[in-house]
């Protein structure tokens, strides 16, 4: 039988229990957001997130659909644009902040992921929107009622 959850429990979570802890390098994170599989990447120097790159920092920097460039002269030029140049500041976090500070901060600038450091300031991983929906899911599921077992009727 799995276990009882409470809200209560999920209060006082700290981020280190649902953030994601994949670290990716520069051309990690090119390749895994131009396929779109994550919309956020913690960019780390020496094991410290110094800025983070999002699907729409990359979308920023390409060409606008409308644009009357082909595939042929796009790829050239989107080349020599380094990740660097389309990267944001990272507003960081520790791991041991609690999980409702933590979606605070995200909503008051709007921001759709926090990279998480330990005590050294080193990047242990990520925090974003997706982990807070899954979060939102477990919580809902406690809200759910819970169905009686159903009784054969013995009348």
Not at 46 to 61: F, M, P
């Amino acid at each position: 039988m799995p276990p009882r959850y409470t809200p209560g429990m999920f209060y006082r979570r700290r981020v280190a229990e649902i953030m994601s802890r994949e670290i990716l390098t520069l051309p990690d994170a090119r390749r895994l957001l131009e396929r779109a599989a994550n919309r956020h990447a913690p960019v780390p120097r020496e094991d410290v997130a110094v800025a983070v790159l999002s699907h729409r920092d990359l979308l920023a920097a390409s060409f606008p659909l409308f644009a009357d460039v082909s595939p042929q002269e796009e790829r050239p030029a989107l080349s020599r644009i380094s990740v660097g140049e389309v990267m944001h500041q990272a507003l960081i976090i520790p791991l041991q902040t609690p999980v409702p500070e933590a979606a605070q901060i995200m909503l008051q600038p709007k921001l759709g992921c926090l990279p998480v450091t330990d005590g050294e300031g080193r990047l242990l991983g990520i925090i974003t929107e997706a982990d807070f929906a899954r979060l939102a899911v477990r919580l809902l599921e406690l809200l759910q009622p819970r169905r009686e077992p159903s009784r054969p009727d013995l009348r």
